[in-house]
């Protein structure tokens, strides 16, 4: 399959103008798995692999740069960044806003991250985290996940796991799966329910995979498949 040709929702694209290549870049992070499945400590995380122009709390990133919880990520268009902190690892496309969220008093532990816009892909490992945009909360524990934040909709898909999704009326669904389960979350309307079922869209086991390598688990599902 060529990763290059795949094409973003509609929604995304409005919004990042387009996705960057997904071949290219694999091949980049795959070869960056060593560095990135170096112990670290819990709170914090080097940067292993970049493309494009990306700002860690508005200072452009480098290899050497450390990622910390309660830091922001932002990606510029045909950019993108892979980081680990702890067991948790992460995918962050283009033209993107990350926000990895800490616990009140506890400036040292991830407790989740918030996508303000854009996309980004994360494996988790043990423990409870919270997942959110402005339409949604997720409670994700152990689980892998995909999403895309609009002002207008998110795309959420429990790639694998327990999710408890919470959308910002109140609406909520409980997701348990071994095979990705994906769901818009739109703002509510008269018309339309606040979640509904949605297909999978534009991310693949081998890019779950990577990222579990990086976090030092075996992957958990087939790479030559979706």
Same mark, same amino acid.
């Not at 962050?92 to 990895?100: I, Y």
């Not at 997720?138 to 795309?155: N, S």
């Not at 408890?164 to 739109?186: C, E, F, P």
């Given at each position: ?31 960056? +798995? ?51 902190? +702890? ?30 816009? +854009? ?96 976090? +030092? ?10």
């Amino acid at each position: 399959r060529d990763w290059s040709s795949d094409v973003c929702s509609s929604d995304l694209k409005q919004t990042t103008g387009g996705c960057c290549s997904r071949r290219r870049f694999l091949g980049g992070s795959l070869a960056a +798995g060593a560095l990135l499945t170096l112990a670290v400590p819990a709170d914090s995380a080097s940067i292993g692999e970049t493309m494009g122009e990306v700002l860690v709390n508005g200072v452009s990133a480098m290899r050497d740069t450390v990622i910390r919880v309660g830091d922001r990520i932002e990606t510029a268009a045909g950019a993108s960044i892979v980081f680990r902190i +702890g067991n948790d690892a992460f995918l962050v496309r283009e033209m993107s806003t990350v926000m990895l969220e800490a616990p009140a008093g506890a400036k040292a532990l991830l407790s989740g991250l918030r996508l303000v816009t +854009g996309a980004v892909l994360a494996v988790f490992g043990p423990g409870m985290r919270s997942v959110m945009t402005g339409l949604v909360t997720a409670a994700i524990r152990g689980t892998g996940i995909y999403m895309e934040a609009t002002p207008a909709r998110t795309y959420f898909c429990t790639c694998y796991g327990h999710v408890g999704l919470t959308a910002a009326d109140g609406t909520a669904r409980d997701v348990k799966t071994a095979n990705h389960v994906a769901h818009y979350i739109q703002a509510k309307t008269d018309a339309a329910a606040a979640i509904v079922a949605a297909p999978m869209l534009n991310h693949d086991n081998r890019e779950l995979a990577m990222l579990e390598k990086m976090a +030092g688990r075996a992957p958990r599902l087939r790479t030559d498949r979706n």
